[in-house]
């Protein structure tokens, strides 16, 4: 385990459903973030929560809602979601100096939309 | 935006063999970090290294951050070295300017 927690693993959706991922960090750190790995490209940031606060949305889509209560906890929300949102989707956190240490990854939760 | 290229995509070696992966990049960074992603999907840190040289037992890596450039070296490799190795890097030092940009990767293969 490396500190960052996510669930579920994996998960089927159908596209009319709603569904929560989370994720949880016990590491201390104050900002956490979501990214998207799709087959075949680049891991994608998605989403940065700086102490709470969310600093950067880079263009996703509105059917993905970010949510993050305190600094341990982040969540992503779906609904309505596309089969080509099937992807792997990624938590981690870093301290908020974070050029002093770096980021720690969960594992993940790999989303099927049907 | 930066740009971030590793090289090889794809390394096929021989359990035992030794390997180097490149990590080039187009901008002046402040971080840089290597992740092995294994097969379950989880991206573990190898090293934060924005400059300089760090080992951690066969693994060893080196950043030339004036040349952009960042090598990662696997000596003795073992099966359970495969999966996918990742360069990233972040610019910018402002507080709450925390990205990382991701490589595309090397996925490397170590046959029995």
């Known amino acids: 385990e490396t500190g960052v927690t996510q669930t579920p693993r994996h998960l089927v959706m159908g596209m009319t459903n709603k569904k929560s991922l989370k994720c949880e960090q016990h590491?201390?750190?104050?900002?956490m973030y979501w990214y998207k790995q799709s087959a075949k490209k680049p891991l994608e940031l998605m989403f940065v929560?700086?102490?709470?606060?969310?600093?950067e949305n880079n263009s996703v889509p509105s059917r993905f809602s970010p949510e993050c209560p305190n600094s341990s906890h982040l969540f992503l929300h779906l609904h309505t979601l596309q089969p080509e949102d099937s992807a792997l989707y990624l938590c981690?956190?870093?301290?908020?100096?974070?050029?002093?240490?770096?980021?720690?990854f969960g594992s993940g939760t790999r989303l099927t939309v049907v | 935006g930066i740009q971030v290229e590793q090289s090889p995509p794809d390394l096929i070696l021989q359990e035992g063999a030794n390997s180097t992966l490149r990590c080039n990049f187009s901008?002046?960074?402040?971080?840089l970090q290597w992740f092995h992603q294994n097969p379950w999907g989880q991206l573990i840190n190898l090293f934060y290294?924005?400059?300089g040289t760090k080992q951690n037992g066969r693994l060893s890596a080196t950043t030339v951050a004036t040349e952009r450039y960042s090598l990662l070296y696997i000596s003795s490799s073992q099966t359970t070295d495969s999966g996918v190795y990742f360069c990233?890097?972040?610019?910018?030092?402002?507080?709450?300017?925390?990205?990382?940009?991701f490589g595309t990767g090397t996925r490397l293969t170590i046959i029995p």
């Open positions: 981690a956190s870093s301290p908020s100096r974070a050029w002093d240490y770096g980021y720690t």
């Open positions: 590491l201390g750190h104050n900002a």
């Open positions: 929560y700086s102490l709470e606060e969310r600093v």
């Open positions: 901008d002046s960074v402040n971080n």
């Open positions: 290294i924005p400059s």
């Open positions: 990233a890097v972040r610019i910018g030092s402002n507080f709450g300017n925390e990205k990382l940009t």
